[in-house]
């Protein structure tokens, strides 16, 4: 099995650690608000390595994290924490606030048949063992403290910026405003926060009350169930830089070698002109989905049909095209599955002794796609080939073995659903087309014209009325 290592950044051969059992640590969500749908990618991403992993007769020792602690507006140590902040607004703890958001994200991954991690842990249940591990690093002289935390000092690992591959020097130099002088260089991070006035989520610790950093509770806690080194570190892309970088230099210079082998990141999701995001407001949920009319496994469907390397474009038109895809792809096996074995007066010599049509070549080719660093758009593509055989029982059969990757519950009959309802704009969209609307009083046609272009980059159409006003549609076909 060849998988893409975003370190060495090439496709090695995969062999776990210990030989049976894989390693495998999944930076989970941070639970402050709804996981959108591309947040979900990502997860999908990690659910196919799982399946692809036990296709090859692995075993699993999946961790994944949920963040209820340290995650602060920024990926960097600037702004408030998320969960605090949430609690703040909504008048709820923290605790209370995580609580509701991890049950709607699992809610969420059960729907899309993403396989949970055989552990799932909370950064807020850790505490004791990420202290444990900012005190080591202090002791060996990588960690320091400042009015407002304990920092790690990058200038002690010579390494810092090998994920990335980041030009240090242009960091520090960077335009970024530094807002924090006590720190002695640009990109050194928090590993413990003392807490400020107000803050909520506080625990004692040798600097006084305060808060772990973001980073510290993906090494405190794979360390502490997987060991190190183990097998594979994944998350989205926007980790790398930051986020996965600090993890590497607090572990590694803690174990003083390698802690992971094998570090893998799924794309985006784009939707309109950016990355789908919280902080973009341009965001849809999975339930968001379902209310429109489509099965989360419409946006499964959608999902797998892009390499996880690759961006995807979020539109309606590819989720309905996913969706009619998704259901004619049922409808043939249930074609097969209803096919009488032995139907027909033509079969060959191998059909007779009732083993059926050879597929071997679609298993082998099926299985190459797999193990081709998770090809699984290809994969998709040797399915819909295997699906045009003559008509038999044994075609559905495999489509099934098959379908242990793709998760999309290929043996569900399919049933007349209802017509997706339009989508609602979400507020990025709203937000081009009045500025569009202000483009069209002011007369500033060409303006107007490139709005209505990224309008309709997005998914969306806009229709002007009369008095400057207008409508905007979902382009959903009928
Ligand atoms: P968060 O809950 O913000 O920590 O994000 C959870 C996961 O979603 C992380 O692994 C992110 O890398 C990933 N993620 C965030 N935005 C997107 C996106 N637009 N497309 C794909 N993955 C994303
Ligand atoms: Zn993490």
């Not at 506080?202 to 305060?210: A, F, I, L, V």
């Not at 295997?386 to 098959?402: D, F, G, I, N, S």
């Not at 379908?403 to 507020?427: R, T």
């Not at 969209?429 to 009083?441: D, F, N, T």
Request: with cysteine.
């Amino acid at each position: 099995m060849k998988l893409y290592n975003t370190l060495t950044r090439k496709k090695e051969n995969f062999e776990p650690i210990n030989g049976a059992t894989v390693t495998l640590y999944s930076c989970g969500p941070t639970v402050y608000n709804y996981a959108h749908i591309g947040n979900m990618r990502t997860y999908i991403f990690m659910d196919l390595l799982r399946r692809a992993l036990k296709f090859n007769g692995y075993k699993l020792k999946g961790v994944m994290n949920i963040t209820d602690v340290g995650h602060l507006l920024s990926d960097g140590d600037e702004g408030e924490d998320k969960l605090d902040k949430a609690a703040r607004e909504q008048k709820k703890s923290p605790y209370e606030i995580a609580e509701f958001y991890t049950r709607a994200f699992m809610s969420d991954v059960e729907k899309l048949n993403i396989g949970r991690p055989e552990l799932v842990v909370k950064a807020t249940d850790h505490i004791t063992d990420m202290l444990g591990f900012v005190v080591k690093l202090c002791e060996k002289g990588y960690g320091y403290e400042t009015s407002d935390g304990v920092y790690f000092d990058i200038s002690k690992f010579p390494e810092y910026g090998k994920l990335s591959g980041v030009d240090l020097g242009g960091q520090q130099a960077g335009a970024r405003v530094e807002v924090n002088p006590e720190k002695r260089n640009a990109a050194d991070f928090a590993l413990w926060k003392k807490a400020a006035p107000g803050h909520i989520m506080q625990w004692d610790s040798p600097w006084g009350k305060g808060y772990p950093g973001w980073h510290i509770e993906c090494s405190a806690m794979s360390r502490k169930y997987l060991g190190v080194p183990f097998d594979i570190h994944t998350g989205g892309v926007d980790h790398i830089p930051i986020h996965h970088e600090n993890e590497i230099a607090q572990s590694e210079a803690l174990e003083g070698g390698k802690t992971v082998n094998f570090w893998m990141h799924g794309e985006f999701m784009m939707f309109g002109n950016g990355k789908m995001s919280k902080s973009l407001g341009n965001v849809y949920t999975v339930p968001d989905l379902e209310k429109m009319g489509y099965s989360p496994l419409d946006f499964r469907y959608f999902c797998l049909n892009a390499h996880y390397r690759k961006k995807i474009n979020f539109t309606f038109e590819g989720l309905n095209a996913a969706k009619t895809a998704l259901g004619n792809l049922r409808a043939a096996l249930v074609a097969h599955k209803n096919a009488a074995a032995q139907a027909g007066g033509s079969e060959s010599a191998r059909e007779k002794a009732g083993g059926g049509p050879d597929l071997s070549g679609y298993k082998k080719q099926f299985a190459d796609a797999v193990n081709d660093d998770l090809n699984i758009p290809y994969a998709l593509g040797v399915l819909w080939t295997m699906v045009k055989e003559p008509k038999h029982p044994a075609v559905y059969a495999a489509a099934l073995e098959m379908d242990k990757i793709f998760g999309l519950s290929l043996d569900v009959v399919p049933a007349a659903g209802p017509k997706p309802e339009p989508a609602a704009a979400p507020a990025a969209v709203i937000e081009l087309a009045e500025k569009r609307k202000q483009a069209r009083m002011n007369r500033d046609y060409k303006a107007s014209d490139v709005l209505r272009a990224e309008i309709e980059a997005a998914g969306f159409t806009v229709t002007d009325k009369l008095g400057n006003e207008y409508e905007i549609k979902a382009k959903v076909e009928s």
